[in-house]
């Protein structure tokens, strides 16, 4: 056997991704390491030393290095979708549907109310000392700045990720081997991509990959990458710049001032924020069962104006 297809000539779908996912960790690599450098060789003409954490990297060269992302990821999937798979770049979930609008509008809603959920719950069990808000130590233009910065770096994460692991594995796999083993292979993945961050452990492990297969859920429900880009920003967005939980290890500045005073990180996921935590699987499994629930709301609703036309 063959990793070329002898019917169409193209090589086959497995290979794809294969290829696909160095190919893109290398592109990403080779665009940020001349923007690190660069800042690097700026704080050493000023006399300053690289941060140890990465938390403590300005936002400005983090919003940048997602920005870096974001083109290889765009760079890299549209030449492998051109040249390899053969087939148009916005068939990955990528056109202009009637359901773009409300698939954004519950992507955006599920994860911000999601993540208020483990919020509130850790909050009342006083697991979290809730000490105020950002604006009252902070000038509102440095917050603003702040919360649009890691707003830009979200969107940019959200819209990378979809698109290499909802988009192109999860579909090359869904082609070769259907739609469960595609969903845990790239959920998978996804969960790897994650391995270096700061706190990542067994649990960690565990609630990437749910949340990797609620992300997959959400794309073969609405067969296009909205409503997971959705989701994966408001999720992001609330965890950090919002609630102040850590973003998969990742500290970023909240608009809450809070603080862990308490709780098991079996269920907070501790210094790796919910993900790594049975609160935030648990988040992730209501999320599972809303989109099913909203999946056959629509689908009804399809059929009944299907049947009175």
């Not at 690599?29 to 001349?34: A, M």
């Not at 269920?267 to 609160?279: D, K, S, Y």
């Amino acid at each position: 056997m063959t990793g070329v297809s002898a019917a169409v000539g193209r090589l086959r779908p497995t290979w794809r991704v294969v290829l696909y996912l160095p190919a893109y960790f290398f592109a990403s690599l080779v665009i940020q390491i001349p923007l690190f450098v660069a800042w690097v060789i700026v704080l050493a003409l000023s006399g300053q030393t690289p941060p140890a954490r990465l938390e403590d990297i300005p936002l400005i060269v983090q919003v940048l290095s997602a920005g870096a992302s974001l083109v290889a990821a765009l760079g890299i999937t549209f030449a492998f979708r051109r040249f390899v798979d053969r087939r148009p770049f916005l068939d990955l979930g990528l056109r202009i549907t009637k359901g773009l609008a409300s698939e954004v509008i519950i992507g955006l809603a599920l994860g911000l109310v999601l993540i208020a959920g483990v919020f509130f719950i850790e909050l009342g069990a006083g697991w979290l000392a809730f000490d105020g808000f950002a604006w009252e130590s902070r000038a509102i233009s440095s917050l603003v700045t702040s919360l649009a910065g890691w707003f830009i770096l979200f969107v940019c994460v959200a819209i990378y990720e979809e698109l290499v692991f909802r988009g192109y594995v999860l579909q090359n796999l869904e082609y070769a081997w259907g739609p469960l083993v595609a969903a845990l292979g790239s959920s998978v993945s996804f969960a790897v991509f994650h391995a270096l961050n700061p706190g990542f452990g067994f649990l960690g492990w565990v609630g990437l990959i749910a949340a990797g297969l609620l992300l997959a859920y959400s794309y073969l429900l609405t067969r296009a990458l909205w409503l997971p880009m959705a989701f994966h920003l408001a999720w992001n967005f609330a965890e950090g710049p919002l609630f102040s939980f850590p973003v998969s290890g990742l500290n970023t500045s909240g608009l809450l001032e809070v603080r862990p005073v308490g709780g098991d990180s079996l269920l907070t996921g501790g210094a790796f924020g919910p993900e790594g935590g049975l609160l935030g699987l648990l988040a992730v499994t209501l999320g599972g069962a809303i989109l099913w629930a909203w999946g056959r709301g629509s689908a009804k609703s399809a059929a009944q104006q299907e049947i009175s036309t």
